[in-house]
């Protein structure tokens, strides 16, 4: 198992397309480095509530219950909105859209929190709601930095 982690301030990151198997190239129109690092810290952040989400989308909890439907769909909105600045490399713009939209990604996750306990007291529900808390709180810490 490779536990190498990818060089945030590696602006010519080239990423596995799923949907066709081929490289893709993720250019940066950004020049300052440490905007860049700082998207891609946030963005491993970000892996950690793609992964409640798909846990929460796929549960059979969400097939009966549109409160919970909601919460994933909320995280899903937070992660969509980034995803063009991401693929452009476009540092500055994916923290400028991430500390617009972080309020709403905390709502979400508050709702979740509250959500929990009726929807499941399994272990997994509790560990899902405990770990999109926790990434929620470093991304927020992290676009508390400043952009300049």
């Excluded at 190498?4 to 129109?29: C, L």
């Excluded at 509530?49 to 969400?62: C, Y």
């Excluded at 600045?85 to 923290?95: E, M, N, T």
Aim: hydrophobic share 35%.
């Amino acid at each position: 198992m490779n536990t190498e982690q990818p060089d945030p301030t590696d602006d010519d990151d080239e990423d596995d397309d799923a949907e066709n198997g081929k490289q893709v190239r993720t250019p940066s129109t950004d020049s300052d480095p440490k905007l860049v690092a700082l998207m891609h810290e946030v963005d491993n952040w970000i892996s950690h509530v793609w992964m409640v989400r798909t846990f929460l989308k796929h549960s059979d909890e969400a097939t009966d219950d549109e409160e919970l439907a909601e919460i994933h769909r909320g995280l899903y909105d937070f992660m969509l909105a980034l995803g063009p600045s991401k693929d452009a490399g476009d540092a500055a713009r994916y923290l400028r859209i991430a500390r617009k939209k972080i309020s709403k990604l905390r709502k979400t996750a508050a709702a979740f929190r509250e959500l929990q306990p009726e929807v499941s007291g399994h272990m997994n529900f509790r560990m899902a709601a405990q770990s999109l808390s926790l990434a929620v709180h470093q991304i927020e810490q992290l676009l508390q930095e400043p952009l300049n």
